[in-house]
C-alpha cells in the first residue's frame, strides 16, 4: 500500500522561505504524478502544483513555488519563497496514476499533511 509522508512544514516569518518534502513509501511513483494542494482555515483544498512528466502550477502561485522530484521519483520537494500570511494552511501532498491534474478527486493517494504558518 502507497503511503505518502510529508515532512518540513513549521512557522515562518513573512518574506521567508519553506522546502517542503513529500516521500512515498510501500510502492514506486517514479511513473506517477505527485503534487501539492493546500487547505486554509475554513476553505476548501486548493491545487497548489503537480509533477509527473511536466509541472503543472496554479496560476497565482508561479513564481514563488518550485517542484522538484529526487532521481528515484519517490520525492516530491516544494520550495516556497517570500512567504506570505496567506500562504498560511496545512500542505497536502497527493498521487495519481496519469498525467498532473489540478482536481483533487483525480488523486489516489494522499499524505495527512504539513502545518505551513506565516505570521506577519
Known amino acids: 500500500q502507497v503511503q505518502l509522508v510529508e515532512s518540513g512544514g513549521g512557522l515562518v516569518q513573512t518574506g521567508g522561505s519553506l522546502r517542503l518534502s513529500c516521500t512515498a513509501t510501500g510502492g514506486s511513483l517514479s511513473a506517477w504524478t505527485m503534487g501539492w494542494f493546500r487547505q486554509a482555515p475554513g476553505m476548501e483544498r486548493k491545487f497548489v502544483l503537480a509533477?509527473?512528466?511536466?509541472?503543472v502550477y496554479a496560476d497565482s502561485l508561479k513564481g514563488r513555488f518550485t517542484a522538484s522530484r529526487d532521481n528515484a521519483g519517490n520525492t516530491l520537494y516544494l520550495e516556497i519563497t517570500r512567504l506570505q500570511p496567506e500562504d498560511t494552511a496545512v500542505y497536502y501532498c497527493a498521487a495519481r496514476k496519469g498525467p498532473p491534474s489540478v482536481t483533487s478527486s483525480e488523486y489516489d493517494y494522499w499524505g495527512r499533511g504539513t502545518q505551513v504558518t506565516v505570521s506577519s
Open positions: 509533477k509527473g512528466g511536466n509541472t
